[in-house]
Structure formats: C-alpha cells, structure tokens
C-alpha cells in the first residue's frame, strides 16, 4: 500500500496531500519518501489515545504540517512524528455550530459508540476483545441512566453511528442493542450525515457517553457533559479520561 501510493503520488505530482485520517502510518511517512517533492498535512479526525507507540515508529516518520485538538495531544505526536503541529480543535465541531433540529425540552443525549463485530470480538493493539467485555460499560451505565430518566421525567435520546443504508450493518442492529437495555420513554436518531450528530447536540440540555469523541466535543461546547470512562480497566488498556 506504501509503495503503491508513492508511485502515485509521484506520477499526479500534487504540492500538497491532505489526509483526515490522521492516525495511519503510511501517510507518516511520504514525506521522507517524497522529499521536496510535495508537503503533508494531517487534520485529527478522532480522539487518539495510545495508538502511536504501537506503530514501531522506523525513525522516518514526517508530516509537514499536524493540525491537532489540542496541546496535549500535539505534545503525544512530536514524541513519534517530525513536523509542525498545530492545535486547531476539532474542524467540525468548529464548522457546524447550532442546531436546526427540534427536540423534547432539555433531553438526556446519550452518544452511541456502538460497533457491529461480525466475529463476535474485536483486534485492539494485539489484543483479542469480546464484543461482551468491549460494552460491558453500556451495559452497566443504560439501565442506571433508563431508570434515571424515568425517575426525572426526562426524555432519553440515543445519538447512533449507523445509517439506515450502511451495507455491512444498519440502525436496525443498532437499535436493537439500545433496546435490550432501556425501558424508559427514548428515542433512536440514527446519523443522516457527517453532520447530524452536531446539529442534535446544539439541542441537548445533558450528554452522557462512556468515552466517545463526540463526548468530548459536547463537554469543549460547554454543554453538561458525564463520563464513564471504564472501557479500558476490562480490557487492560488506557482510558480515555
């Protein structure tokens, strides 16, 4: 894949390559291999926890320009990549700003992070996870939040990640997994496009999420924003706290 995008990039001669997906390790290093030849720039589409020290960086990892979240994060970068960072936040969450969408009065948001694995488990940093371990925290924190919701009279909405014309899986499974677990008054929005889900927080009154990226970009609106950021204690990895 290395080789093939080089001799690509070599036969279209473009000044620039840009890449929104910012944590693959073939992009880190076309620079090196494309001397003088074009610059790189990267923009952080996704929170990043422990990815980079797994790659075995080969010393020629470059990228001319890194448009990151934040200081921290560029900090995490110029310890495995050369180049110059730059926090920028996050494009849309900067792009899309209010809502358009009309929802019940001040309801509870729940972000879904919801994946489907086929195989039943997940390949996370060589490690083998049950899709049981993996959503273990949803299964803890829904029923709580469900009853939570009954007891407060408030409307519980599940923000999704599939669309209906997804083809390896779709809101229907999606849903169905929301539903073996809440029996209060909620309802599923399933993402229409890149923008949906930031249009539905501009009308949230509380979001919940175990440790999702949209989770984060709520909190940096200023919305009032709980974590339950355990994913990693059953698995042996990092938390996203």
Request: glycine residues 6%.
């Amino acid at each position: 894949m290395l080789a093939y995008s080089v001799s690509c990039l070599k036969s279209s001669s473009p000044k620039v390559v840009i890449t929104f997906i910012d944590n693959t390790k073939i992009f880190y290093q076309l620079s090196h291999l494309l001397k003088n030849r074009l610059k790189t720039v990267l923009v952080q589409n996704g929170w990043r926890d422990q990815f980079l020290r797994q790659y075995c960086p080969t010393g020629y990892e470059y990228v001319d320009y890194m448009c990151l979240y934040n200081d921290l994060i560029a900090t995490y970068y110029s310890k495995y990549i050369g180049g110059q960072c730059y926090t920028i936040g996050s494009l849309p969450n900067n792009l899309i700003v209010g809502s358009g969408i009309s929802l019940p009065d001040s309801p509870v948001i729940f972000i879904s992070q919801f994946r489907d694995f086929p195989k039943g488990y997940i390949d996370l940093y060589d490690t083998r996870i049950p899709f049981s371990d993996f959503y273990l925290p949803e299964r803890m924190l829904l029923p709580l939040l469900s009853q939570w919701c009954l007891r407060n009279s408030k409307k519980l909405i599940i923000v999704g990640v599939y669309s209906i014309d997804r083809i390896f899986s779709s809101s229907d499974t999606e849903y169905s997994f929301f539903d073996e677990l809440l029996d209060c008054d909620w309802d599923f929005y399933e993402k229409k496009d890149e923008g949906s889900s930031y249009k539905i927080l501009g009308a949230a009154g509380t979001v919940v999420t175990v440790d999702s990226n949209l989770g984060y970009e709520a909190f940096v609106r200023g919305k009032k924003t709980a974590f339950l950021t355990c994913r990693g204690q059953k698995m042996e990895v990092d938390d996203r706290g």
